[in-house]
């Protein structure tokens, strides 16, 4: 007896459609698993056996042989409990029913219930995409698929609702998709608590109308933290396509709340200094998507920068130049995104009080310059904003003025967003901190004192070339946020200042 079903696996950030075909035959009774299966997909065969036990259906006393085609491409995870039990009963005939357009993804109870999976959305989009019209899912996991148009998706709590749907006695019907409301409350710190720091706010103002990575030094306390925790409120809302490709890495990776569809917010990731290298780019013997993948389209913040390792701080020079990820195994090589800002917050020596008005710093020269030498020079050169936080001294603190919000902010970020995408209508560049190389001259004119003032700072400051094309991004972003088509030399005034501390402290 033989029969076949439809599931859908993972490869990277892409779905991929997998024939379950299942073969009942004589001799002694056993139940085999082939097609390059996990360890997960191994322990399948108990779980299965256990449900249609318990959920009143035979199990066959004969040799069942399970077969996931294509058999050349590694399956993991408990997806494929929910298509090898339909397989099995299909082919003892307990259930017929007309199956070739669905596809079947849950891992199961031993009870028969299903339980939630990952990567529900690349896996519908995939179904979808290879041309089936109805998928079965576990019901927590219904929001997620039901994002996907052109495509049917089921919710399903067990194995009995889901052959009672499947015979018409208790039809269930297909999920949908509702977008949360336009005018709900983000939820976020605000900008107005913080007192005083106008130099830090409107370099954090820059970093979000252009996508710049920033860097914020200064000793405790001066508030590092909370301003980079605020940035999120002030980052433009994501396009459609965004939210989906920040979704799909959150499904893979298992971090989507119960509910969620799509992602409303931009991710926000702050992993703690101990992280590992796999941890941050990603990695591991079943490969995952890192802290860099999982701030996609987001933040990745990384507060007391020196404390990481050198390693774990060295591998991001990769992604933020290529804006991917690749993870080598023997059998492939897996690819996840990773267009995000990166902010980092650092002391200016290992007391943190150098510079500081009033503490003394206690650190030796050799301390001080062994404790900014853990971080290398390229990874500070592909940081466009380093920005010097002081202390806030009392006056401002006590201050009975609010200070700007977030809104207020977020309105000039915006608009200056808007400048960008109807400059770069048509390519696929999303914002000034992502143009090519190739394509400055273009987009970054300048006037002849802003050129002259250029090449002086060039000269002078000895930059880089990658240093150099930097300033150029950020400088553009300073105009755009002062409405000016041509960048000028105040706009590269601005932008020559927020490159200029890497010379007080690393060169003293």
Partial sequence: MFARTNSMGLF??????????????????????????????????????????????????????????????????????????????????????????????????????????????????????????????PKDNAAEGAVVDGIDVYPIESVPALTAHLSGAFPIAPATYTPPPATEDRRQPDFAEV??????????????????????????????????????????????????????????????????????DRPFRAPHHNISTAGLTGGGTVPH????????????????????????????????????????RVQASLTYPCSFMLVAAMNPCPCG?????????????????????????????RIDIHIEVPPVDFDKLNAAEKAESSAEIRARVNKARAIQQKRFAGTDIISNAHIPAGMLKEYCVLSDGASAMLKIAFDKMGLSARAYDRLLKLARTIADLD??????RKHIGEALQYRSLDRKYWER
Avoid: W
């Fill in 195 to 264: 007192m005083g720091q106008q130099a830090a706010r409107r370099a954090m103002e820059v970093a979000a109308a252009g996508d710049h990575n920033l860097l914020l030094i200064g000793p405790p306390g001066s508030g590092k933290s909370m301003l980079a925790k605020r940035l999120p409120s002030i980052l433009p809302d994501m396009t459609a396509e965004e939210a989906l490709e920040a979704t799909k890495i959150h499904s893979i990776a298992g971090t989507l709340s119960g509910g969620v569809g799509l992602l409303k």
């Fill in 12 to 137: 990277g950030v892409n779905g991929f459609r997998v024939t379950v075909e299942a073969d009942l035959s004589g001799g002694l009774p056993g139940f085999d698993v082939v097609g390059l299966p996990g360890s997960a997909v191994r322990e399948s065969r108990d779980r299965v056996r256990a449900a249609l036990k318990n959920c009143g259906f035979d199990y066959p006393v004969s040799r069942i042989t399970i077969n996931l085609a294509p058999a050349d491409i590694r399956k993991e995870g408990s997806v494929y409990d929910l298509p090898l039990l339909i397989a099995i009963l299909q082919a003892t005939s307990q259930i017929s029913f007309p199956l070739d357009d669905a596809a079947f993804i849950g891992e199961l109870s031993l009870t028969g219930e299903l339980r939630p999976i990952r990567g529900v959305l690349p896996m519908v989009i995939a179904a979808r995409d290879s041309g089936l019209k109805r998928v079965f899912l």
């Fill in 289 to 328: 998507p890192g802290e860099v993948s999982l701030a996609h389209h987001g933040v990745l913040f990384l507060d007391e920068l020196p404390e990481f390792s050198r390693t774990a701080m060295e591998s991001l020079r990769q992604p933020l130049e290529d804006e991917v990820v690749t993870i080598s």
């Fill in 353 to 381: 009080f150098f510079g500081h008005p009033t503490k003394p710093c206690t650190c030796s020269p050799k301390a001080a310059s062994s404790y900014l030498s853990r971080i290398s020079g390229p990874l500070l050169d």
């Fill in 483 to 488: 409405e000016s088509d041509i960048i000028d």
